[in-house]
């Protein structure tokens, strides 16, 4: 401690020192000259005056004194101010929590206005977040806090903060930076191990160059992980193995241990990749749902959003949904790609019967035509063909949908947006007011939307539009669940056509075969009239050993060993008449509808598939697969039988009289 007299002590009277300076005079700890020295040191410089006096004494202040130069600048800066202080002695703040709200403002604005988050007010209304400041009356940092939170909503409450604390505060957050950045890349370095380029080179990842779509979002929402390199690479080869396979579904899997991705190609679900490690889950799923402009913060409902690619030169659009499950998030994106699909009705339906019934129907100036059958059916194709026909510039064609599909020049096309409450019973609406001659409804949800849909049937409109429903009778049950009036569906009601998709048999490696009785009995048929037919099976090589053919030239170059290649429609096709019309207003049972359709001619999903078969396009364990059911097979047997005409297991040619078959010997059915 410097010695002064004691009279000498007394004496000193220094108005241009603070009370603190003039407590350390008074108390010994430095002499006037010293303290001159020091205040104009610390203004100059911005350190904090007991560290000047330190420096210059060569001795460090009591605790107790420092505690009250702390308090009395406090004090000094709230009168200043007119704002709450903060001492960070009394409101401690840990590194991890000062990190995390450093998501909200960005540490170079904290660094170049000197402020800092400190808490976030969620219950205050609106909410706010409290941040320290060393100058509040700062017209530009309060600017730039306006700024950066008006994005969220939230208003800013301002606190003062002493320069030296705040400069503590910002050292924690830079360190804490420091730690995340070193976790990010060991991270990295981690994923780069667990995701090797072997895995891809096994299985392949596609050619061609996956690049951002010219009027795409750019990808502005990063989150740790997501961004680094091995998972953007991951993603990216995702994608270009699923282009490159023209495939149609993209399955992300979360499972206990792994995470699996499966592709479905020609409507079966396969696995091209093997399983990636349960680590990079989150990283994965995260990538997918920034891309997809979702809120990757969001873990616990489902979302919906949309990716769009250029692809060997052509726009691809993905459409995403994350859905919640119990080992993370499952991604699920259906591929839209519109350069592959050629429209027309005569590529898509090969019975000239059943062509040429839709397109009798679809020629018609007004009346409700339904095209049914379970997602992925190719149900917006079919409608959008129909549309390729009468796409003339003298009729006005408008569409609603969710969302457009198919891009068709001369067509008003309009989106959902729910957020806008534009639905499709809305947009129908103001269809109706824009003198449409025919409208397309992408999918019938609701009775509102089905009411709207047959009111526009019924005043002059073609309205084409989809329902899910297992066959082309089953539309009538379900337009009754919604609510709609019988006499208003058989008054609208053109037809209705139900459709699946088969896979087509590969033409190059497929292996003729013949059927026993009882396996063509299973299907309704009867070896006497199958005599002439040539039927066919896949040649379906094991996925463990498509490798080893491959490897030695013995693998199908078309389908790769699966055995079947591409797909081929299956249509059944409803036609209204008086005596449908009538079973409708008498409310009678699917199976009453579909017998009568049958009798008038209808040929049923199993009918039309069987034919399939005869043909060479496609084998019975697809028909299995796909379109087989007993109680199909019993409808369209006991239609036939209603006509006295046909022999109930060989399906024989039979005379009124005939009470035996007399090919195979079975009793004449009788109801």
Known sequence: MTNFSSARRALV??????????????????????????????????????????????????????????????????????????????????AAKLGALMELIPLDSCRRYRFIP???????????????MVEPENLEAQDELKRILRASGMNV??????????????????QEQERKEAAIAAKEQEQKNLISEDAFAKFGDGEGELEEAPDAEMDLSTEGD?????????????????????????????????????????????????????????????????ISNMDIAERRQAQDGRIRRVFQGRTVDFRVNALPTQYGEKIV??????????????????????????????????????????????????????????????????????PVEYTLP???????IREKNLTFANILRAFLRQDPDIILVGETRDKETAKTAIEAALTGHLVLTTLHTNDAAGAIAR???????????????????????????????????TPTPEELARFGLSASREVNAEFFKANTIPAGERQALANSGQLCGKCSGVGYKGRVGVYEFLQNSEEVAELINQGAP????????????????????????RQGHTTFEEVERVTFTDTGLEAELKAKRKTGLTCQSCEAALQPEWMDCPYCMTPRFQD
């Open 157 to 174: 409450r301002r606190r003062v903060i002493a320069p030296d604390d705040y400069q503590q505060l910002i050292s924690l957050c830079l």
């Open 333 to 402: 994106l259906r591929i839209l790609d519109n350069s592959s699909t050629q429209l027309g009705l005569d590529k898509l339906i090969g019975d000239p019967e059943t062509l040429q019934k839709v397109r009798d129907v679809a020629a018609r100036p007004f009346g409700l035509i339904l095209v049914t059958g379970p997602t992925g059916s190719g149900k917006s194709t079919t409608l959008y063909s129909i549309l390729a026909e009468r796409n003339d510039p003298g009729v006005n064609i408008s569409t609603a949908e969710d």
């Open 410 to 416: 001369g067509l008003t096309q309009c989106g959902v």
């Open 13 to 94: 009277v220094q108005t241009n020192y603070s009370p603190f300076g003039n407590k350390l005079i008074q108390g010994g700890y430095i002499s006037p000259e010293l303290m001159s020295q020091a205040q104009e040191e610390s203004r100059k410089s911005g350190r904090p005056l007991p560290e000047v006096i330190a420096t210059l004494t060569g001795q460090q202040l009591p605790p107790d004194l420092i505690r009250q130069y702390k308090k009395q600048q406090l004090f000094e800066l709230k009168l200043l101010y007119g704002v709450e202080a903060f001492d960070p002695e009394l409101e401690e703040m840990s």
């Open 479 to 513: 337009l009754d669940e919604m609510g709609v009036e019988p006499f208003m569906v058989s008054g609208a009601l053109l037809g209705v056509l139900a459709q699946r998709l088969m896979r087509r048999v590969c033409d190059e490696c497929r292996i003729p075969f």
């Open 226 to 290: 997501a961004e680094s390199q091995p998972i953007v690479d991951t993603v990216n080869k995702i994608l270009r193995k699923a282009l490159s396979d023209g495939v149609s579904d993209i399955h992300v899997e979360p499972q206990e241990e792994f995470l699996r991705i499966r592709m479905r190609k020609d409507g079966v679900l396969q696995e091209p990749f093997p399983r990636f490690p349960k680590a990079v889950i989150p990283a994965i799923t995260s990538r997918f749902k920034i």
């Open 118 to 132: 400190l808490e976030r007010d969620e219950g205050a209304m609106p909410p706010s977040v409290v941040v320290a």
């Open 590 to 613: 699917t199976e009453r509808i579909s017998e009568k359709a049958v009798e008038q001619g209808m040929k049923t999903l199993l009918a039309y598939s069987l034919e399939l078969v």
